[in-house]
């Protein structure tokens, strides 16, 4: 019997008290901790939310944040609705930058991602910004093969503004968005809503812009589909008791904002843009995809001017359109990465 490097070789038939040594032996010298496993980026995201509005946009940057498997070039502050009821003021994109950096202390990130503010509302014309610039130099790099995801989880001012301003980008990046009304067909038994979605209306014409006007790829978690991704108090609570002061951050904001509402919002929450994280960090290891959530592939629709409506356009690009979301996974991972900063 011989040891080469790590592995026994040995021309002698093993009993089975040396077999189970030899295996104890093999799996102590191979092991590694979690946080040791060999992790680099494979996919860069731009992380684009309204992050001084609804709180989810915070748990999913934490998230994304605490992903090894994802370069993030460029966090954008976005606007929302002009004076919505969680942040009515007219400052809501550096407000949102101000609530990325909190994030940044509470995770000790010692090399943050560049986040910048974007429009506080949307704009009449197209017009460069340092934004703009930001999104289409990174788009057109020429300098990496790593795949160009565009995570948006509240309205689309900034892509469109971007898109108009450099159409070609559009084929160089995906586009995965956290917006639009429920697909009739695809609502399944989910009873039909008659309110318009909150993040097309933050700019229905951004939105038009990206769908009707542009060849980018599209993947949307529509409505019904990003309100699955619903989760107890008593979860968080307990998922982040491990997560220090980051955890006590995330709480005490989605507190804020529960107490704000003169509106029983009952014993759960909905972190709605959480899967902008399942669909780029956690997709799977062999041909990387989003395989543990569902969707449909068709043609790209037409928006509606008044955002209600989806026509069919058979000879458009191809979208997907996700169906479910895979809850489980989103969850405990998130859980278990933030618990690493407690």
């Not at 592995?7 to 032996?25: D, E, M, N, W």
């Not at 202390?105 to 090399?111: A, I, P, S, W």
Request: proline share 7%; hydrophobic share 35%; glycine share 6%.
């Amino acid at each position: 019997m011989q040891k080469e490097g790590r592995f026994i070789v040995t021309s002698q038939p093993l009993s089975r008290r040396h077999l189970l040594g030899y295996s104890a032996a093999l799996c102590a010298t191979l092991a590694l901790p979690a946080e040791a496993l060999p992790v680099t980026p494979r996919q860069r995201v731009i992380i684009d939310n309204d992050f001084s509005g609804d709180p989810d946009g915070l748990f999913q940057l934490a998230h994304h944040l605490a992903s090894p498997s994802i370069e993030i070039p460029l966090v954008i502050g976005s606007h929302i609705h002009v004076r919505d009821f969680i942040d009515p003021s007219e400052t809501q994109a550096e407000n949102a930058v101000s609530k990325v950096k909190s994030i940044y202390e509470c995770m000790k990130r010692q090399q943050p991602p560049p986040v910048l503010a974007g429009f506080n509302r949307k704009p009449d014309t197209p017009r460069m910004t340092a934004v703009s610039e930001k999104i289409i130099t990174e788009a057109l790099r020429t300098d990496t093969k790593h795949p160009l995801y565009y995570t948006a989880g509240a309205g689309l001012t900034e892509l469109a503004n971007a898109l108009r301003l450099e159409p070609s980008i559009a084929r160089k990046m995906k586009l995965i968005w956290i917006g639009g009304m429920e697909h009739p067909d695809l609502r399944g038994e989910v009873p039909e809503r008659k309110s318009l979605e909150y993040n097309m209306m933050i700019n229905l014409e951004a939105a038009r812009t990206v769908f009707n006007e542009s060849d980018i790829e599209i993947w949307q978690v529509p409505r019904n589909v990003y309100r699955q991704l619903n989760i107890s108090h008593t979860e968080l609570i307990s998922g982040l008791k491990s997560a220090g002061a980051l955890g006590q951050y995330l709480l005490e904001q989605l507190e804020q904002v529960i107490n704000s509402i003169h509106y029983d919002l009952g014993e759960t929450y909905i972190l709605g843009d959480s899967p902008l994280v399942t669909l780029t960090a956690l997709q799977s290891s062999f041909d990387p995809d989003s395989s543990s959530s569902a969707y449909v592939v068709r043609p790209t629709p037409r928006l509606s001017e008044d955002g209600r409506r989806y026509d069919p356009t058979p000879d458009a690009r191809p979208m997907r359109i996700y169906t479910t979301i895979d809850s489980r996974l989103t969850f405990a991972d998130m859980f278990a990465k933030l618990s690493t900063y407690g």
